[in-house]
């Protein structure tokens, strides 16, 4: 009686953790359609020159969050089924799938925390090839790029240490912002960079916790399933006339 109130309670907590990966997988989607085409990063991606690796950051971002996406939509129906059925293979599936997302979670909260400053440093060079072009006056095309990011930041070049504007600023920047406080896009830049690192990072850990959750239940239930039928097999006789 003990066991199967256990087996119950586990299967209950499974259905629920399921219901929340899914939503966790939504999540994930939704981020990673605004990092691929919210307007501060598509701007940058569009600015952007072969050499910088930013535009590779941003498709690795993309595609590595279309599929965790996919795999943890994978694993809560997985497991939904596999608890409704009591299927060993399907719960055996669902752990493979949560463990797939562990590990490359694992991996890319290390390169997070080990290569924290790469893409902040790939934006803002972004920016400084795009401000030293038009400073050079070597394309009047720039020129309109540079304001675009103006307006998309809401900034106004770069910060003078004499605390003035030069012409590239008056041109390139709208009026409303030209002598205002916040006028140095490379810290704007680095400021928004940041709330969104810091938006990842809560998510990331999130779904570590819920996948490292959901393999402890997806185990216990595939011993329970499997100890069960075994115990179910051995306990039928056949009884032949003779």
């Known amino acids: 009686m003990g066991r199967r109130h ?3 309670t586990t299967k209950c907590q499974l259905l629920v953790t399921s219901l929340f990966v899914m939503l966790l997988g939504l999540a994930v989607t939704i981020l ?3 990092t691929r085409y919210g307007a501060h990063f598509s701007i940058i991606s569009g600015v952007s020159s072969e050499a910088n690796p930013y535009r ?3 498709n690795v ?3 590595s969050g279309i599929c965790l996406s996919m795999i943890l939509v994978l694993a809560a129906l997985l497991s939904t ?3 409704v059925r009591e299927s060993v293979c399907l719960m055996a599936m669902g752990f493979f799938c949560f463990a797939i997302v562990f590990c490359a979670l694992i991996q890319a909260a290390f390169w997070r925390y080990t290569n924290n400053s790469e893409v902040e440093d ?3 060079d972004v920016y400084d090839s795009v401000y030293e072009e038009v400073r050079r006056n070597l394309s009047s095309f720039r020129r309109q790029e540079l304001a675009t990011i103006h307006e998309t930041f809401l900034c106004c070049g770069k910060q003078s240490p004499f605390g003035e504007t030069g012409g590239i600023e008056n041109e390139t920047c709208p009026s409303e912002r030209i002598g205002t406080a916040r006028e140095d896009c490379l810290q704007e830049i680095q400021d928004f ?4 690192m810091d938006f990842v990072s809560a998510l990331l850990i999130i779904t570590i ?3 490292v959750y959901g393999m402890i239940l997806t185990s216990f239930l595939w011993f329970s399933i499997h100890f069960s039928n075994n115990l179910d097999r051995k306990g039928k006789y056949i009884f032949r006339e003779t």
């Open 193 to 196: 960079l940041k709330k969104h």
């Open 209 to 211: 916790c819920f996948m």
């Open 61 to 63: 971002a993309f595609y």
């Open 81 to 83: 089924v596999a608890t």
């Open 56 to 58: 590779i950051f941003h």
């Open 122 to 124: 790939a934006m803002m």
């Open 6 to 8: 256990w087996v119950r």
């Open 32 to 34: 990673t359609i605004i």
